[in-house]
């Protein structure tokens, strides 16, 4: 029997607006009416991105999960995303939905926030994978039993923190400077974990499709269903279940549908599954396929983004992190500020896509950087998202001054009787 697991994370942050040092003590208000985030940018690109990528892709696995039992996935969704999914095209969470209730679908757990809490505050960490249980629980009437972090931000402790918290399985990238001789189409277990299981993306053929798809310079180029499943029946030889991982957005955005993505993946599930014993799996039917053939143990952080496959792309500068270091410095003040507006503010400020942003990359790592971001260069980044927090702490100072006033209004009160 092989089997793909194929694994899909969607995502979309709530982008900052380019707030001026000007706007801060005067400019800010609560998180609804998105006065720091660029309320007009953000729904464009999620309408946009909902047309090219979300209906069409939905669409296509809907068609499939209802043609062939055999057909399955497994979806990521950030709580981001779904508010704005929920503000904005509600129908697609109904749709998501449907797909989850055929048993079908399966929804991975991560933090709500998109966030790197786990390497900065773990009772942040914990708390916002929490909310993220709970709003998947509410919405569709489940609660993730895998767990991806942000990024596939993996490491031993991540994989004991999994073991711990009951997780069937915990995924993340299958890096070849980790591995060694090693195939990622196994089913391997945690680094000092009892019962989780450790999942690894297949990153060349995941990357084939994610990255390289659509590239007329990649010698493989154009890429056919028939070359494409030659190269997973060759890889199959090193173990039967082939993880692919990607952005969903892969679908349409990033690969538009122009280049024949959508018709090629429509292709792929049809004679994947023609073949005898084969099947997709969801993460779940994923940990259950075969017994752990070893150990992977990942000391320092691995994730999947860029050459690197480390937090480089968010924490490799400066800059990047300067704004970390204040942001998740002024939690405890924060949190007992009462001010569940500038919590939710905050939360917002902390989804990784903002450091992301301030990255100085070159090359070609520099290039995707640059492609994602609202700003002109990573120190207009920088700058604007430390004049939101300039403007937190002038908040938590004004909601200060305005209860030691109450107080001492209330003991002179006292005094007079």
Request: net charge negative; hydrophobic share 35%.
């Amino acid at each position: 029997m092989r089997a793909i697991c194929l694994y899909l994370h969607i995502h979309q942050p709530w982008r900052y607006r380019r707030y001026s040092i000007f706007d801060v003590a005067h400019n800010h208000n609560y998180w609804y009416e998105k006065d720091y985030y660029d309320k007009q940018n953000n729904e464009r690109i999620f309408r946009k991105v909902a047309d090219k990528s979300y209906r069409p892709m939905l669409d296509l696995i809907e068609r499939n999960v209802k043609r062939y039992p055999e057909f399955k996935v497994s979806f990521s969704i950030t709580g981001t995303w779904l508010e704005q999914a929920e503000e904005w095209a509600p129908e697609l969470i109904n749709q998501i939905g449907r797909l989850i209730s055929t048993g079908q679908v399966e929804i991975v757990g991560e933090t709500y926030y998109h966030s790197l809490a786990f390497f900065y505050d773990r009772d942040e960490f914990q708390e916002q994978v929490k909310m993220h249980s709970d709003k998947i629980a509410a919405l569709f009437g489940v609660r993730p039993r895998v767990f991806r972090n942000t990024e596939f931000a993996y490491n031993d402790e991540v994989g004991r923190w999994a073991d711990r918290l009951g997780y069937k399985a915990v995924l993340a990238e299958g890096w070849d400077k980790v591995l060694g001789w090693r195939s990622p189409n196994h089913v391997y277990r945690v680094a000092g974990g009892e019962r989780t299981r450790l999942l690894l993306k297949n990153y060349r053929l995941s990357d084939d499709i994610a990255f390289r798809f659509s590239d007329r310079n990649w010698k493989e180029w154009p890429l056919t269903v028939e070359k494409y499943q030659n190269w997973l029946n060759m890889d199959a030889l090193r173990g039967n279940l082939i993880n692919l991982f990607m952005d969903f957005e892969t679908f349409g955005e990033n690969i538009w549908a122009e280049t024949g993505i959508f018709d090629f993946m429509e292709h792929l599930i049809y004679m994947w599954l023609k073949e005898y014993d084969n099947k997709f799996v969801t993460v779940s039917e994923a940990a259950d396929f075969e017994q752990p053939v070893d150990t992977v143990s990942m000391p320092e952080t691995v994730t999947w983004a860029d050459t690197e496959r480390d937090l480089s792309a968010w924490l490799g500068n400066d800059i990047q992190h300067e704004a970390e270091k204040v942001l998740y410095g002024m939690k405890d003040e924060v949190m007992r500020s009462g001010d569940q507006d500038l919590k939710d503010d905050w939360r917002r400020m902390t989804t990784s896509d903002h450091p992301y942003y301030m990255c100085t990359k070159y090359w070609n790592d520099g290039d995707v950087h640059a492609y994602f971001s609202p700003f002109d260069s990573p120190y207009d980044a920088f700058m604007y998202y430390m004049n939101v927090i300039r403007d937190f702490e002038w908040r938590i100072e004004n909601l200060n001054q305005q209860r030691m006033k109450l107080l001492e209004e209330l003991s002179e009160k006292q005094s007079l009787r």
